[in-house]
Structures are given as C-alpha cells and as structure tokens.
C-alpha cells in the first residue's frame, strides 16, 4: 500500500521557518524523483521544488528560489521541504509527490500524493 504522509506544517507568524516532512511507504523510494507542491485557497496546486533520485539534483519554482530547500534521505525513505522568513502568501496546504519522471514539474507528471499539511502564515 503506497503512502505518502506529510508532517510538520502549522500556524506560524511571518519571518519564521518551518521543516515538512514526507514519510514515504509502499514503493521503492530510491527510484523515484520527489516533489513538493502547494494549493493555496482558491488557486490552483503548483509546484514548488523537485529533487532527483538520489538527491543529486534539484529544482525550483522561479518564485521559491531562495527560500525554500527540498532534501531526501533514503536510508530512511523520507522527504523534506525547508521554508526560511515565510510571508503569509505562503499559506497553502502543502502536498508531497512521487513519480519515476526525471525533473517533473507538472501535476500529472506525478504517480502518488499525500494527503497534505496545512501552512498558514500570520502577519
């Protein structure tokens, strides 16, 4: 059974930083690429920051260049998404992704999805 479970999203004030976490079940992690997204309310999932099989290479959203890191350990089948000085547009409900496609940026590009973890950012 695949299972992808967020953690570590929370009520925060502005110019904090946050760790989410990715605790992944059911595949062979170490073959897929990783992702994360986030939804905002009332706007579309996009997405955030990607990272390579064995965490060798990472991507970024233009927008989240700068303050956002994605990170992987294998040994212990688990994804991370570092958020440094988070502005309240960062509210959103953050999702992790899976998928055997190299660099995937794209929502349907992804094979498997948790269920989210909500951020919100006070001013």
């Known amino acids: 059974q695949v299972q992808l479970v967020e953690s570590g999203g929370g009520l925060v004030q502005a110019g904090d930083s946050l760790r989410l976490s990715c605790a992944v079940s059911?595949?062979?992690?170490?073959?897929?690429?990783m992702g994360w997204f986030r939804q905002a309310p009332g706007k579309e999932r996009e997405f955030v920051a990607g990272i390579g099989w064995d965490g060798d290479l990472t991507d970024y959203a233009d927008s989240m260049k700068g303050r956002f890191t994605i990170s992987r350990d294998n040994a212990k089948n688990m994804v991370y998404l570092q958020i440094d000085s988070l502005k309240p547009a960062d509210t959103a409900v953050y999702y992790c992704?899976?998928?055997?496609?190299?660099?995937?940026?794209?929502?349907?590009?992804?094979?498997?999805w948790g269920q989210g973890t909500q951020v919100t950012v006070s001013s």
């Open positions: 992704a899976a998928t055997r496609n190299y660099a995937a940026v794209t929502l349907r590009q992804y094979t498997y």
């Open positions: 059911g595949f062979t992690f170490s073959s897929y690429c």
